[in-house]
């Protein structure tokens, strides 16, 4: 389903991400370090927007502070199983990345300041490439695998660096994933490309689908579901 994503800067309420959702059936408010993230069903208007936040902005606001942010220092590590990430002192004039096969170094000058709060937006843009690079390198090559595996059809495979979803298909067969799959065990990365591939046959999560994909997995796909569950694309 094709899903329209838009930004604003509320002046109450500040970062605001809306995603129109044509299969929402009601409107979903969600607290993240970054923002307030609303999914829009069909035909909510601006106003419904508002009513919602005044109703229940206060208590967004009290969840999203909250969440720790957890800053990036020197001894910062990713260790997924097919993605690691380390920070190094190098003679460097920037922050410079480097690494092959999932393992990555991020090169950073001595004169670094790591409490300064632009510095800390540079290191994550930095890792977020790192991990864009990683499932540019490994997801489509892994969903074109598991489609022939099972003899199942898409139109195309792109890569976002989503938060909200970790992939999803639309109706013409292009399955997006998120770059943030590189950072779950393997078994679960076939799990949600498998459930996109689950998609181009049925659009829906019905019973069918369910079945269809419980017969893709040689299991039942609850068990990973809820294991999925446990995982987030924070890093
Ligand atoms: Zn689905």
């Known amino acids: 389903m094709q899903q329209k ?3 604003i800067l509320h002046p109450e309420w500040g970062t605001i991400i809306i995603t129109h959702n044509a299969r929402a059936r009601r409107m979903i408010l969600r607290a993240r370090r970054d923002a307030i ?6 035909f909510a208007t601006k106003k419904d927007v508002e009513n919602a936040l005044t109703a229940h902005g206060s208590k967004l606001k009290e969840q999203q502070s909250n ?3 957890r800053s990036i220092q020197k001894r910062f590590t990713i260790e997924a199983e097919s993605f690691s990430l380390r920070l190094q002192q ?3 004039r920037s922050l410079r990345l480097t690494g092959s ?3 990555y170094t991020l090169h950073y000058p001595a004169t670094l300041n790591f409490e300064d709060e632009a510095t800390q937006q540079k290191l994550r843009s930095a890792i977020n490439a790192a991990l864009t690079h990683r499932a ?5 090559a892994r969903l074109a695998q598991l489609a022939a595996q099972h003899n199942m059809h898409y139109t195309s495979c792109t890569i ?3 938060h909200t979803r970790w992939g999803s298909c639309s109706s013409r067969g292009t399955i997006s994933l998120s770059s943030y799959l590189v950072l779950l065990p393997q078994q ?3 799990y949600v490309l498998r459930h996109e591939l689950c998609h181009t046959v049925e659009m829906n999560h019905s019973p069918r689908f369910w079945a269809l994909l419980d017969t893709l997995c040689r299991t039942s796909s609850k068990a990973l579901r809820a294991e999925l569950k446990s995982y987030n694309t924070l890093f």
Not at 37 to 42: A, E, F, K, N, S
Not at 136 to 140: D, F, G, I
């Open 101 to 103: 096969s999932g393992a």
């Open 37 to 42: 993230y609303i999914t829009l069903p069909p």
């Open 67 to 69: 969440i720790p942010e």
């Open 90 to 92: 190098s003679p460097v």
């Open 160 to 162: 976002r660096s989503s």
């Open 188 to 190: 679960l990365i076939d």
């Open 5 to 7: 994503r838009s930004t």
């Open 136 to 140: 540019k390198e490994t997801l489509p």
